[in-house]
């Protein structure tokens, strides 16, 4: 049986708590800078506000970081079930406790799940040729090959003290703009890691 598009595509899953801000702006970014190397981006919450958009606020900054306008817009927010976590490469949660949630829904998922931030600090101590050289070691599988520069970056850890706090990013829902203006300054340079690595390992 031939497999499908989305089989063989490279996935990233990004997490937040209702699926309105933090999750769908990490999406719609990754997306704008992943998807033309053939990479799959989606996103859910754990307690997902379903069917909603994005705020407003949420889609400005997403767009003013580079997203499409159509993108932002197109966005629902939907529920995280089990299965979103079994298919995803890499899964890139906006803090701690969404991590949590997800490795307690699926544990198999525990090595290729972080939070955004902590992925791009784990990151740091990883060079785009060491990341490069993980990849081709899986094969040539994009899949295998995502799958084994999460696992290269998961071995970063305990490598370098961090604030665990400084491993989220803050919820802006309900705040002011100028909240969400500090959950986007925290994203966007985690984002820029992400799309470092996940490059490494496609081209």
Known sequence: M????????????????GN?????????LLRAKLEPLGVRVHSAGTHALVDHEMTEPAQELAVELGATAYAAADHRARY????MLKDADL???MAREHR???VQLVPGALRRTFTVREFARLAQSL???DARAAAEAA?????????AVALAVTGQRGMAAAAPE?????????????????????????????ERIVRAALT
């Open 2 to 17: 031939t497999a499908t598009a989305s089989e063989i595509r490279p996935t990233i899953l990004t997490v937040c708590t």
């Open 20 to 28: 309105i801000c933090r999750s769908p702006m990490a999406e719609v």
């Open 80 to 83: 995280l079930i089990d299965p």
């Open 91 to 93: 899964i890139l949660t």
């Open 100 to 102: 949590s949630y997800a």
């Open 127 to 129: 060079s785009t040729d």
């Open 139 to 147: 094969g040539d599988d994009p899949r295998e090959r995502v799958r």
């Open 166 to 194: 400084n491993d989220d990013v803050i919820d802006p829902y309900r705040r002011s703009r100028e909240t969400y203006e500090l959950s986007a300054s925290q994203l966007a340079p985690a984002i820029d890691d992400v």
